[in-house]
């Protein structure tokens, strides 16, 4: 019984603790910040610093095509002075929410980007995957460096010196990508992956993509669209096809077992990140760490 007990009073006691980190709380003295995907909070970091207290809903490794907001993202949206959404129908489950909140308060960095900028895909629906493209991404920065100015205009200066900074970065990157694109022959740009996250990328740094699932892991991937890639793979004679963090890997392997029953042989390349950020064990808890990281893995493997 003592045992018993003794079991019962742990698991209240983790549930407890859960419940409190679930806790959102109130920052005073700085701008306090939601933003939805993990991009968008190391973004709302880069540019605010010390002066906000940022909070992320989606975890690492978490996909937002499906994500559903619980009860404590509720509590932080409407405390919140400022919340990041990505938009361009990303995060697709959490439109009835979002559009409760004031529009003063809300950002929406896709809507800061050229309608002739983004991309479509044979439905005619917007890919939400913008931040693939580095200079995209620098107007998604500005777009939410604007806000904060706007929010907190004490800080003008601040944010300005940080967002420049960053800025500054970003071409960095952009220019370490194009260099590592250049280390592969065109005929090598092939990039195979489990669903349509990187057409960006491709139109930014010269790639052919193909995937299973569309611009949204809520379609379903059936056989004969699996047939259909392996036979693709095997034609194209590409060598090695990629995972995705956030996304189950299943569907790559059927692809890999598609080819082998075509008598081609092709592995997984690594795993990219997608719609979400790795984290600081990875070493790839920021936008920039993660996309050094893709295009080291794509190049590596593709070589």
């Known amino acids: 019984m003592k045992k018993l007990i003794f079991i019962l ?6 549930a407890l603790v859960g419940c409190n980190n679930n806790k959102y709380e109130y920052v005073e003295g700085k701008v306090n910040i939601v933003a939805t995907t993990t991009m968008l909070g190391d973004l709302a970091k880069e540019i605010g610093g010390d002066y906000v207290s940022v909070k992320t809903l989606m975890g690492v490794g978490v996909d937002p095509h499906n994500y559903e907001a619980r009860p404590s993202d509720s509590r932080a949206l409407t405390k919140s002075d400022l919340v ?14 979002l559009e409760k909140l004031p ?70 990157l952009d220019a370490y990508v194009r260099s590592k694109v250049s280390e592969l022959s065109e005929d090598k740009r092939k990039l195979v992956t489990a669903h ?3 057409q960006y990328f491709a139109h930014a740094y010269g790639f052919e993509v193909h995937a299973i699932q569309g611009i949204s892991t809520q379609s379903e991937a059936s056989t004969k669209d699996i047939q259909d890639l392996a036979k693709l793979v095997k034609e194209l004679n590409v060598k090695a096809v990629f995972i995705e963090s956030s996304v189950p890997e299943a569907t790559i392997r059927s692809v890999i077992e598609g080819a082998k029953a075509l008598g081609h042989t092709v592995t997984i390349g690594g795993e990219l990140y997608s719609d979400s950020l790795g984290d600081s064990a990875s070493g790839t808890e920021t936008y920039i760490k993660t996309i050094r990281a893709n295009i080291d893995t794509i190049v590596n493997a593709l070589k």
């Not at 009073?9 to 983790?14: E, G, V």
């Not at 939400?128 to 998604?140: E, R, T």
């Open 196 to 198: 349509d996250a990187f």
């Open 84 to 97: 990041v959404v990505s938009g361009l129908h990303l995060e697709a489950k959490m439109g009835e929410i």
């Open 9 to 14: 009073t742990t698991l209240l006691a983790f």
């Open 103 to 172: 529009n003063e308060k809300v950002i929406v960095v896709g809507n800061s980007l050229e309608a002739s900028k983004l991309l479509k895909d044979e439905d005619g629906a917007i890919d939400p995957h913008f931040w693939f493209d580095i200079n995209l991404w620098k107007v998604a920065a500005n777009a939410l460096g604007n806000k904060l100015i706007a929010v907190d205009s004490e800080n003008k200066i601040a944010y300005e010196t940080r967002l420049n900074t960053y800025l500054n970065e970003l071409d960095v």
